[in-house]
């Protein structure tokens, strides 16, 4: 199971940290990611993190505003997210890799949170 947690309403140019905690059994030994699913539009890859944290990635529409982070201590995966546009209101969702190394294919993900709401007005 997984929970996400740090959605709400921002003004653009904000920022927000979002927070996904599961469990050691789900997730200790794999990637996760966090992908966003904006209203009558497909759910989409932002970023990854492996296992330990030693490798990131990142959709172009949020490279260099977003930061994704692990903490296996807490079985916690973390979305820091600076300088929020408009076009970043959605659904953002976590999810556990079937690896220990991510990637952008929502098929390599087989554990799903339930999604917060970010919106961000103008």
């Known amino acids: 199971q997984l929970v996400e947690s740090g959605g709400g309403l921002v003004q653009a140019g904000d920022s927000l940290r979002l927070s996904c905690t599961t469990s050691r059994r789900t997730s200790s030994n794999n990637a996760m990611a966090w992908f966003r699913q904006a209203p009558g539009k497909e759910r989409l890859f932002l970023a990854t993190?492996?296992?330990?944290?030693?490798?990131?990635s990142y959709s172009d529409s949020v490279k260099g505003r977003f930061t994704i982070t692990r903490d296996n201590a807490k079985n916690t995966v973390y979305l820091q997210m600076n300088s929020l546009k408009p076009e970043d209101t959605a659904v953002y969702y976590c999810a556990v890799s079937r690896s220990s190394i991510g990637s952008m294919d929502r098929g390599g993900y087989n554990y799903w949170g339930q999604g917060t709401l970010v919106t961000v007005s103008s």
């Open positions: 993190i492996s296992w330990n944290g030693a490798r990131t």
